[in-house]
Structures are given as C-alpha cells and as structure tokens.
C-alpha cells in the first residue's frame, strides 16, 4: 500500500471517530432531532453511561433516557406519561420550546415547555440531567426536575415532588401507586384511582413533621449512594439504612416499580454477564398487607396477594375465576360465571363451594355471623346469592361480595376461606398461569352419585337405566321447580315491594341519583339476605304514557338477563304508586364519565363500547322475544364497579315476535340520538337502536355531546363534524387533546367508521350488533350519512 493511500485510510478513520464521538458530546446544538426507528442514533452523556433517544418498547417506540452500558438498557425517565409513540416519529431541539415531540403526521405530543426565554445551549451530563438553559446560564427545564418513576444519584425531590409507577413492567403508562412529598415534609406512599388520579389513605409514611423548624423539606439521593430526607434545622433522615455501596463501581437508582414497592437498586458498572440489579433496600416490607384501602390493593380487584422470595407481590387468580386483561398478571380477576339471585339459581344445585387456607379479602365484608360453627359459616355463603366467599376465622364468619379487595395468603391469618364457584366451569380442569393452585376441593354429593354409577354398573344395561334415573329425576324437579302460570310471570322473577318497604329504603326519598323523562332516581338500601344499595326509581306522572312505560319496562326486563343490562332487583304496583328497584351501580353513568372535566382512558372507553354492543346484540338477537331499546344514549348506560357498561331505562323498548321485524310506533326517543325514520313515521326495526349506538360511539371517542350550543358553528351536530374531519382526512382533529388514544390510532379510525356506518340514513346500510361483534362489519370508507351533507 502506497503511502498517500495510508495516509487517507488514516483520515478516514479519524473522521469516523469524531462522527462516532460526536453522538456523545454532552453538548447538543439547536436544531438537532431523532427519529423513531433510527435505532443506533441517540444522544449520550459524555462517559456514555446514559443515553437519550427513542427505546424500542412493543414495537413502539418511547422517548426516554436509559443507562446505556447494560444489556437490559434500563430506563430512567420518559416523556409523555409513558405513551409511546408510532415509528417515524421525531423529536426536535427548539430555541423557543426546547425539546418538541411529534407523530409522523407533525402533530405535537409533548413538549419540555412552559419556560420564559429562549434556548441558549442544551447539556446532556453524566449524572443524567438532560438540561436546558437561556442566556446568562439561567436553567429553563430540566429532567430532574421533572420525575417520572426513577431517582438517581444527585437528583433531590422538592416538597410537592411526585413520583408515579408505571401501569405494568412494560407499559409506561402511569399506574396506580405514587411516592409523594408532602407539603408537611412527609414522604408517602399511596395507591390512587387512576381515572381521577385521587389518592387513597398512604400504606408508607416517613413522618418527619414534628414542627416548622425541624420538618422535612428535601429529599436528596447523594453521591455516596445514600437516600435522605432533609430537615430545615440541618439533621437527616435517613431512608438508605443499609451500608450503601460505592457509587464508583456501581450504577444507582431507587424507583417506584409498577406493583408499588420502592426500591434502592444498585448494578456493577463491570458487567460480567450474570450482573442484575441488586436491591439495597425496599419499602413496604410487605406490600401485601400494607394497602389497606378503598381500591384493589397491591393486586386488582378478585386476586389474591402473597410475596415472592424477593418479597414482591406474586398476584394470582383464584380457581373459577380468570385475568381482566391477560397481559397483566397484577391486575384485577374477573369470575367464569354470573352468579344470579333468581328464586331457584341459588342452590347446591349451581355452585360448589372450594376451601382456601391462609386467605382473605379484609375489605369486602357485608355481613358478620358469630357465634357460629365452621360447617354453617360455608353453608351461608352456599345459599345466599350476594355471597362470593366466605371467611371463618375464631368462630366469626365474615361474608363478601364482588368485587373482592385487597385480597392476600399468609400463615399469619389462620383462617379458612369458603370460596363459591359454578359447577361444571370447563376452565377449572385448565387453570391460566395467574390462578391460585392447590385448593382441597370439597366433593358434592351430585359427584359421588356419578362415581357410584360407574362403580355399581357392571354392564352397559345396568349404568343407562342409572343415568336415565337420574335425568329423569333432574328434569322433573326443574320443571317442577320453574313452573309457574303465565299471568304471573313477572311476579315470579322479581321482588314485590310495598311502598311503604321503598319508603324506608330510600329514608323518605332523601338522596336523588338522577332524573328522567318519567320519574326521579334515588338511592336506598333494602335487606333482604344481606343489605343491599339500590337505585329506586319513580314514576312520579301516572298519564297513559308512564304507566305504559312502567309496566313494559317490568316485562322487559324481567325477562332478561345479560352482564350488559342493569338488574331489576324488584318493583312496587300499589295503588297510584309505581317503583322500580334496580342494582345500584357505584360508578354512575357513561353521560357523567364522558362528559366531564377528565377524560377517561382509551381502554376504559373502548372495554365500555364493546359492552354497550354486546348488550345491544343480546336484545336484538338473543332474546326469546326481540327488544328495541329505542332510547340508547349516555345517560341510560351505567358503570359498575369494573367499569362495565349496563343498559339501563326500558321505559320506552318495543317488543317483537321473532316473525315480526317492524313495529309503527309512537316513541318520543332523546334529540340528537333519534334515527331519521322516526320523522318520517315509517315502521322501526332494530336498526333504530343501531343508529343511536352510532352517535353514542361518536360522544364516547370524542368525549363530547351529540348537539352542542350554536357557538360551535359547524362542531355543533356531532355526526356532521365527525363526517367533515373524516372526508377531509382530519379524524385527529376529534381527539386533538386526547394524548393516550394516539398509541391506538389504528382502532380509533376504525371506530370511527363504524360510527359513520351506524349513522346511514338508509336502515338497510347500517350493520347489526352482531357484525360490529364479530369484527365482520364494513370497516372500509362508509358513504355520506346524509345526502344533506
């Protein structure tokens, strides 16, 4: 090789260092951006322990700074509340904003505003601060200041500091639990609701407020790895009270973890290929028996907690009952089956009772029995149809309902659980990943009858004559059991109150829940098995019309029975006096959650969509008797404890013979949701309630009323405005301030038109429940709703 060609090689790879150098200058200039995807572009601290840039997190990607040097490239701080965003998308460095996030269409996600002043330099340090700063040195923001689950060595939390958990280990979305620095000089930790953010009673406090001078104003992660609360006279609390480890070897960071442990970690900077991050220290001790307050507790609602051999929560399902969301193994359980209150559906004939040792769910007691022995406290729980188990600990029995709380196993509680499950639940043989094992399950005498037929029978003969004993047994008893006159149909199904029994519930009508177009709503309790919280409504003008609609509405809903439609507990005919009694339902309606200050998530509103679809479907499609429920809108869908959408108000439904599909009607449904052949007074068939879903759809995904004031200009007609930004290719437009549904966009656009399907004039275009279900709708480009638009 000729010298000028090594001396050109030797260039050459000068320049590839200082390109590869570059990336990790501490300095950034104005004007620099990343890009979602460049995967081996970031921007580091000049050590290179930290990185800045986009981490890939299931197949998103999240901006966010992580140490580097480690195999698993921890992260540490995120922009965005954790949202992660779609390939293609950018974030720059701006002299009038500082740090701008956007999508790959340019709209803005994120930004590190509000400052005063504008950008003079921007440095990424070793301690990993990502800093910006205006003219005359003077810090306009940085990442310290603005936590998210992480601290690190150097970073201090100022009174009023909040840290928020992650939702799960990958999910970066904030969670239930917060560490929080209370303006007293208190450091707590608490669990929140996460749709209104507010925060249950602490399960951790560091008490430092004795008085002014002595409280704690500071909490402070030093270089020394050691954590510490401040006091203003100059004394320390210490949180670290383990011999810290050297911060020259090592890497550090105490983080609030997802199932809300705070942890003090520490990692060897000398990865060998086996080094992790090693706990110093953690707080609760045991987390499992610490949050105790309203809220599911360390794990969700239905589970059960006991700790791992790192003593962190291990949350699993009991037997029967299964994961809410199968990628969250500490989230909430929900039941394989729908225990009902029906006169005969309560009996050892359905359920079956398991018995747990060691397990308890403290804060879901409706009813205390004592003295009592252990064979009648799980007999109890058998027969009474509000009872999900049963707790006997020192002869008391403790019975609990839906959804349980705070449920846990340890030794330390000595007792026995009695938990009620279906039987013949096929998933019982195949427990999932997340269930409890090694239940001493209690055989029923319907089991060891089969066992003895088996036994007895010698031949084929003698075991057909068994069997065909038995059914026959079975089936005469039911029909037996179930027999009742046709006239009496609806008395049969449903309690019958006196109105002085309602009286007394609801302590004279006292506390209002709502009102509709023929009557008030109150709130009552009513004993029957065990206390119970109602919603009593009543008919307050008894003209033709009400009472034509309370007498469909017992019909109706007497007859039915499905997870998406509210409960007719019981109703009162007595004299001028017409009542409906209805399970109560703790979280209002979909109107008070959809249109109020805060917006509730993208998963609790696309979980209550597909709730509203599916109870619609059962009327139109699974009912002995097809109902239109003909006045679908927010205020007629209540919220139970999970969130669950349940049809309320069948005061107006119309009921058809399965050889009928149309019905001339004079319904007087909701302005706004009201299909256009009711105009036109031309027959109404179950693509009425189709339209109505649709415009129900449209507010849920906007979270904004069908008709607005007439200051909206042409935003006013809900359906018209979403039919505008869809045509002109602005559906963001919708859900501008919205920020977790872009991490959905995909689905979002597809219930968009779906919603534009169900508003067709034409009946015919409009798609059934049941292919909206079944993901077999026309999900391409729906015409125009109106040929008026």
């Known amino acids: 090789m000729s010298y000028s060609s090594s001396y050109m090689l030797y260039i050459i790879l000068i320049l590839l260092l200082y390109l ?4 990790r200058n501490s300095t950034l200039s104005l004007g620099s951006s990343l890009t979602a995807a460049d995967n081996d572009i970031s921007w580091y601290s000049p050590s290179g322990d930290f990185a800045f840039g986009f981490q890939n997190v299931n197949d998103q990607f999240l901006l966010s700074i992580w140490y580097d040097k480690i195999p698993d490239k921890t992260v540490v701080w995120f922009v965005n509340d954790g949202t992660a965003v779609s390939s ?20 803005e996600l994120w930004s590190s505003e509000p400052f005063s002043g504008t950008v003079s330099s921007v ?30 060595p150097t970073q201090t939390m100022e009174l009023g500091g909040t840290l928020f958990s992650r939702h799960t280990e990958t999910n970066f979305t904030k969670g239930r639990f917060q560490l929080r620095f209370l303006n007293n000089g208190n450091l707590v930790l608490n669990a929140r609701n996460i749709l209104t953010n507010n925060a249950y009673a ?8 004795d008085d002014a001078i002595s409280q704690g104003y500071q909490v402070r992660f030093t270089t020394t790895g050691y954590v510490n609360i401040v006091r203003r006279n100059g004394t320390i609390v210490e949180l670290t009270t383990n011999r810290a480890i050297s911060s020259t070897g090592y890497y550090h960071r105490v983080t609030l973890n997802f199932d809300g442990v705070l942890v003090q970690y520490y990692h060897p900077k000398a990865f060998t290929g086996t080094s992790v991050w090693t706990a110093v220290w953690q707080i609760p001790d045991n987390i499992c028996n610490n949050v105790e307050v309203p809220g599911s507790g360390a794990c969700g609602f239905n589970s059960v907690c ?5 003593r962190r929560p291990d949350c699993r399902c009991p037997e029967s009952y299964s994961l809410l969301d199968p990628n969250d193994k500490h989230g909430s359980c929900k039941p394989n089956f729908t225990q009902s209150c029906d006169d005969y559906s309560c009996n050892e004939d359905l359920y079956d009772i398991l018995e747990l040792t060691d397990t308890d769910w403290p804060l879901s007691d409706y009813e205390e029995l004592k003295p009592i022995s252990v064979l009648e406290c799980r007999r109890q729980c058998l027969v009474d149809c509000f009872c999900a188990v049963a707790v006997y600990r020192g002869e008391t029995c403790w019975k609990k309902k839906v959804p349980l709380a705070n449920g846990r196993k340890d030794r330390s509680l000595n007792g026995k659980a009695f938990l009620k499950i279906r ?18 399950e209690k055989k029923d005498t319907s089991s060891l009858f089969l066992v003895g037929c088996v036994l007895l029978g010698s031949s084929v003969f003698v075991n057909l004559i068994l069997i065909a004993v038995a059914c026959f047994g079975f089936l005469y008893r039911k029909r037996t059991t179930n027999f009742q006159p046709a006239s009496s149909s609806v008395e049969t199904n449903v309690h019958r109150f006196t109105s002085s029994e309602l009286v007394e519930a609801t302590n004279g009508f006292e506390e209002e829940l709502g009102r509709g ?16 919280i109602v919603a009593v409504k009543k008919i307050d003008r008894l003209l033709q019309d009400g009472a034509k609609e309370f007498q469909t509405e017992v019909n109706v809903i007497a007859q039915t029975h499905h997870k998406n439609l509210v409960r007719l507990v019981g109703y009162c005919k007595e004299g001028e006096h017409r009542l409906l009694v209805y399970e109560y339902m703790v979280n209002g309606t979909l109107a008070e959650l959809i249109f109020g200050s805060v917006k ?10 597909l709730g509203i679809a599916k109870g619609l479907a059962y009327l139109h499609e699974e009912c002995s008797t097809s109902i239109i429920h003909c006045d679908i809108k927010p205020q007629n869908i209540l919220l139970d404890g999970y969130y669950n959408a349940r049809i309320s108000d069948f005061g107006l439904a119309k009921l058809m013979m399965l050889d009928q599909s149309r019905t001339n009607t004079g319904i007087k449904g909701t302005k706004g949701y009201v299909a256009p052949e009711w105009f036109r007074n031309t027959p109404i068939t179950v693509k009425f309630d189709v339209y109505s879903f649709g415009v129900l759809l449209l507010e849920t995904i906007c979270c904004r009323r069908s008709v607005e004031d007439p200051e909206f200009g042409d935003k006013a007609i809900l359906t018209d405005w979403v039919w505008d930004c869809f045509q002109e290719g602005r559906i963001v437009d919708l859900v501008k301030s919205d920020e977790d549904i872009l991490s959905e966009w995909g689905k979002v656009e597809i219930f968009v038109k779906v919603g534009l399907w169900c508003v067709e004039e034409d009946p015919s275009l409009r798609p059934t429940m049941r292919q909206m279900l079944e993901g077999v709708v026309n999900v391409s480009d729906p015409p125009c709703p109106s040929p008026f638009f």
Request: hydrophobic letters at 30%; zero cysteines.
């Open 20 to 23: 590869g150098e570059s990336q």
């Open 88 to 107: 293609g998308s950018k974030v720059q460095l701006t002299a009038d904003r500082g740090l701008v996030l956007g999508d790959f269409q340019g709209t």
């Open 123 to 152: 440095v990424f340090n070793d301690t990993g601060n990502f800093m910006i700063f205006g003219s005359n040195s003077t810090l306009l923001w940085d990442s310290f200041s603005n936590p998210t689950d992480t601290l690190l």
């Open 202 to 209: 602490s399960y951790y406090t560091k008490n430092t407020f």
């Open 306 to 310: 006991s700790l791992d051999d790192s």
């Open 423 to 440: 039987k013949g639940d096929p998933r019982r043989s195949n427990p999932s990943a997340g269930d409890i094992p090694n239940y001493q």
């Open 517 to 532: 177009s023929f009557g008030i709503v109150y709130k009552g309790k009513i004993h029957m098995a065990s206390t119970v």
């Open 600 to 609: 509730p998530s993208w998963t609790v509103r696309n979980h209550i969509a």
